[in-house]
């Protein structure tokens, strides 16, 4: 099969296309992340050319087709504790936390596939065993999510990952799955996961004390960003913090957060 070639007209179309599904900006000179993600699509609905894929998708009569088009087009990087001061922070809230009897409640606001969630859990399960902790990790990709529930991932993406929870939490992938880890049950029981489009109205999750939203930012315009941090710090308590991309800020964005080091906020 001869790779169908995306015109700069129907690449346009596309980044309009995933700015209304997910609120995601897509920088000019991506045509070939387009193609690349998309020609399967094409291949498999016998399509001519990438307008007729999104006539396709705007169309409706594969509703199912618009969630594999932002799962294939929406960018998931990760790997366990990125960004290890946020982990320290989290490990000494948690101290604070099991002090005070006080119960922790932490959100991956976009966890990928999962590590983010499951580093944050191995921390609260050091610092508060079995005790009132709980992680919600939500994304807009279900195809991650999926990745994310089965807890299975390449062991070059633990190379953070500190040696003695390697040890405790995870299990080595031994013969056919040499080379990879899996999370143990009990650690992955504590760990929900949900679909959830972060510029859409928030369905009940409750409040938290801490938020991941890290490295999200990036691809959203100025009022998308005012729009996603001003619903998420209502989910987040009094005194709370909120943790962002160290290549990210909430200058121009929140006045309701105070910084309290580069990438840390905390809720007045």
């Not at 897509?26 to 094409?42: D, I």
């Not at 990928?112 to 508060?128: K, N, Q, T, W």
């Amino acid at each position: 099969m001869s790779l169908i070639t995306i015109t700069d007209r129907e690449f346009s179309q596309f980044q309009r296309f995933i700015y209304e599904a997910a609120g995601i900006f897509m920088a000019n000179g991506k045509q070939a992340l387009v193609s690349g993600r998309l020609a399967k699509r094409l291949a498999h609905y016998q399509l001519a050319s990438y307008s007729d894929y999104l006539r396709l998708l705007e169309s409706r009569t594969q509703p199912a087709e618009l969630q594999v088009a932002v799962d294939l087009l929406t960018t998931n990087e990760t790997y366990f504790f990125r960004e290890p001061k946020h982990f320290k922070l989290l490990a000494e809230l948690a101290q604070e936390a099991r002090a005070r009897g006080r119960a922790l409640r932490v959100w991956s606001a976009a966890c990928s596939s999962g590590e983010e969630p499951y580093s944050i859990a191995m921390v609260l399960a050091d610092v508060l065993g079995d005790g009132a902790w709980e992680v919600l990790g939500t994304d807009i990709s279900t195809r991650v999510l999926e990745r994310a529930r089965c807890g299975h991932y390449p062991m070059e993406r633990a190379s953070q990952l500190p040696q003695a929870y390697l040890k405790r939490f995870c299990l080595k992938g031994q013969q056919r799955e040499a080379g990879t880890l899996l999370i143990e049950r009990a650690l992955r029981a504590r760990v929900q996961f949900q679909h959830l489009n972060l510029n859409e109205p928030l369905p009940k999750l409750g409040s938290f004390d801490v938020i991941f939203l890290r490295n999200v930012m990036i691809y959203f315009n100025l009022e998308t960003k005012r729009q996603v941090v001003a619903r998420l710090l209502n989910q987040l308590k009094p005194g709370g913090h909120l943790l962002i991309g160290h290549s990210e800020t909430l200058n121009d964005i929140c006045d309701t957060v105070q910084a309290v080091a580069p990438s840390i906020y905390r809720k007045s």
